[in-house]
């Protein structure tokens, strides 16, 4: 039984910044690559970042680039994302997800987690 747990999420202000974790259980943590999402009240779930088993191929959305930035550590099973010049736009719950068909795609996720409040205030 794989679980994936986030945590890091919270209330910051425009301009702030958070560091979000997400510790992974009950499997081989280097065998999936590992993504981001979130879901704002109203919309859809989207695609925020990923990570590949190693780290060492990571993808964006055109939204983000350049103010996230997500990591990995195997030996802790964690994957990370860290988000500096936090817009009021990025208010969402975020999840992690792992083992992907397709990076992107929402769909194409095996295992979630329950996701974490982001909250960015003006």
């Known amino acids: 039984q794989v679980q994936l747990v986030e945590s890091g999420g919270g209330l910051v202000q425009a301009g702030g910044s958070l560091r979000l974790s997400c510790a992974v259980s009950g499997s081989t943590f280097s065998n999936y690559a590992m993504g981001w999402f979130r879901q704002a009240p109203g919309k859809e779930r989207e695609f925020v970042a990923a990570?590949?088993?190693?780290?060492?191929?990571?993808y964006y959305a055109d939204s983000v680039k350049g103010r996230f930035t997500i990591s990995r550590d195997n030996t802790k099973k964690t994957v990370y994302l860290q988000m500096n010049s936090l817009k009021p736009e990025d208010t969402a719950v975020y999840h992690c997800?792992?083992?992907?068909?397709?990076?992107?795609?929402?769909?194409?996720?095996?295992?979630w987690g329950q996701g974490t409040q982001v909250t960015v205030s003006s």
């Open positions: 997800a792992a083992d992907p068909r397709s990076i992107y795609n929402v769909n194409e996720y095996k295992y």
């Open positions: 990570i590949s088993r190693f780290g060492g191929v990571t």
